[in-house]
């Protein structure tokens, strides 16, 4: 489901400037926690890339605002955007200190895959309403 809302994006926002999504998947295989898994993200993140994270002590939005957040990273001049999406654990502390942003799809604690479902759906949300289409209305 995600790679379609994912292939949606790219094909909706590269005309305006957005995309392509990258996603990158990171595992502590050896189990050692928050910690060693904060390490294994911030390697994945691209240098010089904003960092949002996904957690529940983030920031609640509506759509519209959501894109007018890519909108204004963009225009910035922003590359890059990292969503960070922690383990079952949550987002290490000092991760979560370096994050440009933080969004939280509610109160609700999500299973990180649906979570990436989620951002999925709401970054093609974001390039429709960015790209004027009736999409976000539906």
């Given at each position: 489901?995600?790679?379609?809302?994912?292939?949606?994006?790219?094909?909706?926002?590269?005309?305006?400037?957005?995309?392509?999504?990258?996603?990158?998947?990171?595992?502590?295989?050896?189990n050692?926690?928050?910690?060693?898994?904060?390490?294994?993200?911030?390697?994945a993140?691209?240098?010089?890339?904003?960092?949002a994270?996904?957690?529940?002590?983030g920031?609640?939005?509506?759509?519209?605002?959501?894109?007018d957040?890519?909108?204004k990273?963009?225009?910035g001049?922003?590359?890059?955007?990292?969503?960070?999406?922690?383990?079952?654990?949550?987002?290490?502390?000092?991760?979560?200190?370096?994050?440009?942003?933080?969004?939280?799809?509610?109160q609700?604690?999500?299973p990180?895959?649906l979570?990436?479902v989620?951002?999925?759906?709401?970054?093609?949300?974001?390039a429709?309403?960015?790209?004027?289409?009736?999409y976000?209305?539906?």
């Amino acid at each position: 489901m995600a790679d379609d809302y994912y292939t949606r994006f790219d094909r909706t926002g590269r005309p305006l400037g957005l995309g392509p999504v990258a996603e990158i998947e990171v595992e502590d295989k050896k189990n050692l926690g928050m910690a060693a898994e904060a390490v294994l993200l911030e390697r994945a993140i691209p240098t010089g890339a904003l960092i949002a994270t996904l957690d529940e002590r983030g920031k609640v939005i509506s759509s519209p605002e959501f894109a007018d957040h890519l909108a204004k990273w963009r225009d910035g001049g922003r590359q890059d955007v990292a969503f960070v999406i922690g383990g079952a654990d949550g987002i290490d502390p000092s991760l979560r200190a370096k994050a440009d942003f933080s969004l939280s799809f509610g109160q609700m604690v999500w299973p990180h895959m649906l979570v990436r479902v989620m951002l999925a759906e709401q970054l093609y949300r974001a390039a429709t309403i960015l790209g004027g289409s009736p999409y976000h209305r539906v």
